[in-house]
Structure formats: structure tokens, C-alpha cells
């Protein structure tokens, strides 16, 4: 289906997603939200599609941030509604069964990295920016900002980033582990569909289980998360693809997966 905000190709079976309202560089409204849902959900749903590549359009923004036009005059139970949409627009993106590269083009503030930080993978442009400028306009981080920001690159980073404001350069994200790797701006898209393309080489069903492991066992102890993935490893035998995984190593030759 057509989308006003939001472009979305198949490139060889990696969905490329790029939020486009150049304009207002990229910033996220309701109407961007509810179509990033309706996006990932189809996603989701594509047998077609083994992993998505979540980008911005233009050469300035990957995402500015939060439509702060469509916030100004919110109160606060409005405030609270769109906190929430965010909220699980990111955490449906953050779930998806399919694994997520963010490529950052640009400016990814505010709501841009807390969208950049529900993707599995950041992968940044030389002339990327990050920051949390929420204080900057008597607000705090609204879409999961101060929870995964803390899980990235740990509490005292975490604060000094949110409550200073301030923004920093991609070679500074990249020495904290906030992103993987960091590439010329005309490199980015071509590295994110390369490591898409190793990624998708591998198992599906494997894949899948693993995010899931790695997401749901993140805050628990060690004891609970190694349950979490005996469990998720013993499923793998029930499929297919574990069975061709081992028997084309056996006999030295490239699996065919088909991810069941």
C-alpha cells in the first residue's frame, strides 16, 4: 500500500524503509507512527523479506526527532497518548522476527535515536549526529529514550548524554558502543546491505530465536536468561533448517535454507 511518510523496496528480499519528510527532516509524527506500524507489520508478514534496512531520506537527517510543530500544544493526556504510540511503534520494531539495520544518513536526535537504538544493528554515516536535546525543551526522552539508551551504553553515559543535551559525532558513538560501525556517506547503504546479506545467508528460524533470546533474556539474570536459550535452542531441532545446516556442513557445501 501507498504511504504519504514512509518509502519501503525489496532489494533482493532486504526490505529498504526510508522515512521521508525531508522537509521537517524526517521527524516523526502520529501519522508517521501509525504508518511505521502498518509498515513493520506487513514486514513481518513477507515471506519475501529476510531482514529490513531503516534509513532516512535526504543527505541531513536519518531522523531530527519528534514533530515538536505537533507537540507544542499538547497537554498532558495527549502528551501521554503520544508517548505511548512511540513507545510501541519502537518496541513492535524492536520485536520483529526479521533483523533491523538502522543506516544513519544524519542528524538522529531525540526520536531519531531512540528509533535508531529498537533496530538490531546501527550502522552510521561519517556526518551522523546523535543526541537526547529533550531537556533543551523542558522534556525528557518519550519514546524509550532513557531505558534503552542505558542498556547500550550503561547508566553513566546514558545520563550525561540526556542531561546535557548535547550532541556528538559518529567516531564518539562508535568508541562508547552506541553504534557497530561508522562509513563514508557513500558507503553507508552499500555496507548495510552487506552485512543484510551475510546475515540472511545464515538461518532464518536461527536468527529469529536468537533476537528473541538476546531481547527477552537481556534483563534477566544469567541463570533465567541461559533458560531462555537452552529452550530457544532446542527448538531449532524441531526445523528444517537445522537439519540442512548440519548436513551441508557434513558434506563441506553452502546451506539452502528456506526458514522452516
Known amino acids: 500500500m501507498p504511504y504519504k511518510n514512509i518509502k519501503v523496496e525489496n532489494k533482493d528480499g532486504i526490505a529498504v524503509v526510508t522515512l521521508s519528510r525531508p522537509k521537517a527532516l524526517n521527524a516523526l509524527n502520529v501519522e508517521t507512527l501509525g504508518e511505521l506500524v502498518a509498515v513493520?507489520?506487513?514486514l513481518a508478514d513477507d515471506v519475501e523479506v529476510g531482514g529490513?534496512?531503516?534509513t532516512g531520506e535526504g543527505e541531513k537527517a536519518f531522523v531530527a526527532g519528534a514533530d515538536i510543530t505537533e507537540m507544542i500544544e499538547m497537554d498532558v493526556r495527549e502528551a501521554h497518548d503520544f508517548s505511548a504510540l512511540g513507545q510501541e511503534t519502537l518496541?513492535?520494531?524492536e520485536s520483529i522476527g526479521k533483523p533491523v539495520i538502522a543506516a544513519v544518513n544524519g542528524f538522529a536526535l531525540g526520536g531519531g535515536l531512540e528509533i535508531a537504538m529498537c533496530c538490531d544493528i546501527i550502522l552510521a554515516s561519517e556526518k551522523a549526529r546523535f543526541g537526547q536535546p529533550e531537556v533543551k525543551l523542558g522534556v525528557l526522552p518519550g519514546f524509550g529514550g532513557t531505558q534503552r539508551l542505558v542498556r547500550r551504553v550503561g547508566a553513566h553515559l546514558a545520563k550525561e548524554i540526556i542531561f546535557s543535551g548535547q550532541q556528538f559525532d559518529a567516531q564518539r558513538a562508535l568508541a562508547i558502543g552506541l553504534v557497530n560501525a561508522v562509513h563514508p556517506p557513500e558507503q553507508l547503504m552499500d555496507a548495510a546491505i552487506k552485512m543484510m546479506k551475510t546475515i540472511m545467508a545464515n538461518g532464518?528460524?536461527?536468527i529469529e530465536l536468537a533476537k528473541s533470546a538476546i531481547n527477552n533474556g537481556a534483563d534477566l539474570t544469567l541463570?533465567?536468561?541461559?533458560i531462555?536459550?537452552?529452550?530457544a535452542f532446542a527448538q531449532c531441532f524441531?526445523?528444517?533448517d537445522q537439519k540442512e545446516g548440519m548436513k551441508a556442513f557434513i558434506e563441506k557445501r553452502n546451506p539452502k535454507f528456506r526458514g522452516e
Open 238 to 240: 524441531a526445523t528444517e
Open 52 to 54: 529490513v534496512i531503516l
Open 204 to 206: 532464518p528460524v536461527a
Open 91 to 93: 518496541s513492535m520494531i
Open 223 to 226: 541463570d533465567s536468561g541461559v
Open 40 to 42: 513493520f507489520e506487513d
Open 228 to 231: 531462555i536459550e537452552r529452550d
